[in-house]
C-alpha cells in the first residue's frame, strides 16, 4: 500500500505534557527531544525521549483512540506499560490490536530518566493517550504524556 510507505507519525503535545515527532527519516529518528518543565512533587526535571520505535500505522485505524498507562523507571526504562483500560473493554478489535502494537513498541523506548532537586534518577507513573488522525490524506498519530506521580 502506498499509504502505507508514506506513513509520517507524529506525536504532539496536548495538554501540559511533552512531545516527540517520528518519521521516516533516519536523522529524526536519531534526534533527542527535550521535555518542557512540568511540575511533578519531587521531581526537578522530567525524562527526555531518547529512543523510540513504532508501529506501522494504516489508514484504517484513523479515528482509533486508546491510553496507555505505564512508569519510566531510574534507568529511563518503561517498565509495566499496559492499556489504561482492560484490552477486553475496548470495543473495537482494531484498536486491541493498535494498543497492543503500541504497548509492545513502547517497552522498546529509551529516555534520559527524570531527576530528582539534588540531580538523583526518579520514576514517574504516565498516562499516554493516543489517536490515530488523517492530516493531509496522511496517517498521524497523536499522544502526549500525563505525568501522574513520581516513585
Known amino acids: 500500500n502506498n499509504m502505507?510507505?508514506?506513513?509520517?507519525?507524529?506525536?504532539?503535545?496536548?495538554a501540559a505534557?511533552?512531545?516527540?515527532?517520528?518519521?521516516?527519516?533516519?536523522?529524526?529518528?536519531?534526534?533527542?527531544?527535550?521535555?518542557?518543565?512540568?511540575?511533578?512533587?519531587?521531581?526537578a526535571s522530567m525524562p527526555t525521549l531518547t529512543k523510540r520505535t513504532l508501529p506501522k500505522i494504516?489508514?484504517?485505524l484513523v479515528g482509533s483512540q486508546i491510553t496507555l498507562k505505564f512508569t519510566i523507571n531510574e534507568k529511563g526504562r518503561p517498565s509495566g506499560v499496559d492499556s489504561a483500560?482492560?484490552?477486553?473493554?475496548i470495543q473495537y478489535p482494531r484498536d486491541r490490536d493498535f494498543a497492543v502494537e503500541m504497548i509492545n513498541s513502547?517497552?522498546?523506548?529509551?529516555?534520559?530518566p527524570a531527576r530528582g532537586s539534588e540531580g538523583q534518577s526518579k520514576a514517574v507513573?504516565?498516562?499516554?493517550?493516543?489517536e490515530?488522525?488523517?492530516?493531509?490524506?496522511?496517517?498521524?498519530?497523536?499522544?502526549?504524556?500525563?505525568?501522574l506521580a513520581a516513585n
Open 17 to 43: 505534557s511533552f512531545s516527540f515527532a517520528y518519521a521516516d527519516d533516519p536523522a529524526q529518528k536519531e534526534s533527542t527531544v527535550e521535555l518542557p518543565t512540568i511540575t511533578v512533587e519531587g521531581i
Open 58 to 60: 494504516s489508514s484504517d
Open 125 to 130: 507513573k504516565v498516562l499516554m493517550p493516543i
Open 132 to 147: 490515530v488522525v488523517d492530516r493531509d490524506n496522511t496517517t498521524v498519530v497523536l499522544a502526549s504524556f500525563k505525568p
Open 85 to 89: 483500560k482492560p484490552l477486553h473493554s
Open 106 to 112: 513502547v517497552k522498546h523506548w529509551k529516555f534520559e
Open 4 to 14: 502505507n510507505t508514506k506513513i509520517i507519525t507524529l506525536i504532539s503535545v496536548i
